[in-house]
């Protein structure tokens, strides 16, 4: 199933695009319901690991336990960034000195020009290790409490994780090594340019994240139930 809901909503939305350009925009538009949705993936991943992190810390496994608090504590500040640190809930002014440099005049790093081409490096290492990782467990059969299974994504994750690098890399491909003019970066429809499709994909990457938090919530129960 998980394997193949986002292949499903793909087409769910590709068909949005194509009929209800307008409609479309809306959702996946800044501050709209794709990127609240993204923002509340990542605090939901974040809370569920530190739930996990909180069994772990009562076993011996303490490796696992700080493996599993660096992903909550990632996943927290990456909520972090999708809400601009709060300046999109409370509404404060971006810093003269940041607003300068950040790309969407917003308090995030992730936005900051000598960081933000780096962002798209890290959805190609992370995406890229999430569905090639999973190889390991043809060659090797860890035992099921082994701390390979919290650090390694199932193959189901696969279509979680895989659709935003291939977009990135499609997009990097077609439209910046073509040269294609900003004004001209759409696939059908003028009104919505390729960029705000990152958004659809974004949201498929942070489903990933709860997926693989709730599967090591399901470990440390096992674990601390022997």
């Known amino acids: ?98 607003s300068q440099i950040n790309t969407q005049n917003e308090f995030t790093a992730h936005n900051l020009f000598f960081l933000q081409r780096h962002t798209r490096r890290a959805y190609y290492v992370i995406s890229g290790y999430a569905c090639l990782a999973w190889l390991v467990f043809l060659l090797y059969r860890p035992h099921q409490n082994h701390i390979v299974r919290y650090v390694v994504p199932g193959w189901e994750t696969i279509t979680l994780f895989a659709p935003i690098a291939v977009f990135y890399y499609l997009h990097y491909l077609y439209f910046n090594l073509g040269k294609i003019p900003i004004s001209e970066q759409y696939v059908i429809w003028p009104e919505v340019r390729s960029s705000r499709h990152q958004e659809t994909f974004e949201s498929f990457f942070a489903a990933g994240f709860i997926v693989v938090a709730l599967r090591n919530l399901r470990l440390a129960r096992s674990e601390s139930s022997v």
């Open 1 to 98: 199933l998980i394997l193949v809901l986002p292949i499903f909503f793909i087409i769910l939305f590709f068909l949005l695009y194509a009929n209800f350009p307008r409609l479309y925009l809306r959702v996946v538009k800044e501050d709209g319901l794709i990127e609240y949705l993204q923002a509340l993936c990542f605090l939901s991943a974040a809370v569920i690991g530190f739930l996990t992190a909180y069994r772990l810390s009562k076993t011996p496994h303490k490796f696992k336990f700080i493996v599993i608090s660096l992903f909550s504590i990632g996943s927290l500040l990456i909520f972090g960034e999708e809400i601009s640190w709060g300046q999109r809930i409370i509404g404060f002014s971006t810093p003269e000195t940041i």
